[in-house]
């Protein structure tokens, strides 16, 4: 069973750059990468995905090394509102173990 | 408000009672999805839907639970003899792979809460 591993919990202060890293070492050859965003008590919320190299979009960017065995995401100059469980997902059945991320003022 | 409503929000039930969720996706959504979500963890796959036909489930999937898509528009999720390990926030996304891929629009989730 395909499975992916992120850290547990994140801080970082308002304004700043944030990069949450998910390692899939055993993803398929056709998966994409996805990332979603969870607020408490409301259902997660599609921010990117992408295959390979870089991807950006007008919230965030998403980089994929050449292998494919990890992702990074990064959300440029977070803000309080950014606190959130943040999961990267593949083969759009399996959520990874996410990363909650608590930006501090 | 992404267009993917379901219903209830906020289930209380007995255990050994039965419970049917329903999940309205958005309509031009040919793939509809069911997760479980317990608390502080990350949603946990059941089964899927294109069009009427389910082409997946997973082994969380019990023989106490089943989900039905008639038609191919709304889907319920119905679980029978409820446990009170059945307590989790039950959620419904839908996608068409013709659009973004694989990009899935959820909804607000039900609450079971078994006791």
């Known amino acids: 069973l395909a499975k992916t591993t992120q850290p547990i919990s994140m801080d970082s202060y308002e304004g700043q750059e944030v990069n949450i890293t998910c390692s899939h070492n055993?993803?398929?050859?056709?998966?994409?990468i996805t990332w979603y965003q969870q607020f408490p008590s409301q259902g997660p919320r599609f921010i990117i995905q992408?295959?390979?190299t870089k991807v950006t979009n007008e919230v965030a960017s998403l980089f994929i090394p050449a292998d494919r065995k990890s992702s990074t995401l990064s959300l440029p100059r977070v803000s309080l509102s950014d606190t959130a469980v943040y999961y990267c997902?593949?083969?759009?059945?399996?959520f990874g173990t996410g990363t909650r991320l608590t930006v501090i003022p | 408000d992404t267009g993917v409503s379901q219903d209830p929000r906020h289930k209380i039930t007995k255990r050994g009672q039965n419970v049917t969720f329903r999940c309205d996706p958005i309509?031009?959504?040919?793939?509809l999805y069911w997760y479980r979500q317990t608390l502080g963890q990350g949603p946990e796959f059941l089964t899927y839907?294109?069009?009427?036909?389910?082409?997946?489930k997973s082994r969380l999937l019990s023989d106490r639970f089943s989900a039905e898509r008639p038609k191919g528009s709304f889907s319920t999720l119905e679980i029978q003899r409820t446990e009170q390990g059945d307590s989790a926030m039950y959620l419904c996304?839908?996608?068409?792979?013709?659009?973004?891929?694989?990009?899935?629009?959820f909804g607000p989730g039900t609450r079971l809460t078994v006791t």
């Open positions: 996304a839908s996608t068409s792979p013709g659009q973004h891929l694989y990009e899935q629009y």
């Open positions: 055993n993803i398929a050859t056709n998966d994409y």
């Open positions: 992408g295959y390979k």
């Open positions: 997902l593949f083969n759009n059945l399996f």
């Open positions: 309509s031009e959504h040919n793939r």
């Open positions: 839907f294109q069009n009427e036909a389910q082409l997946e």
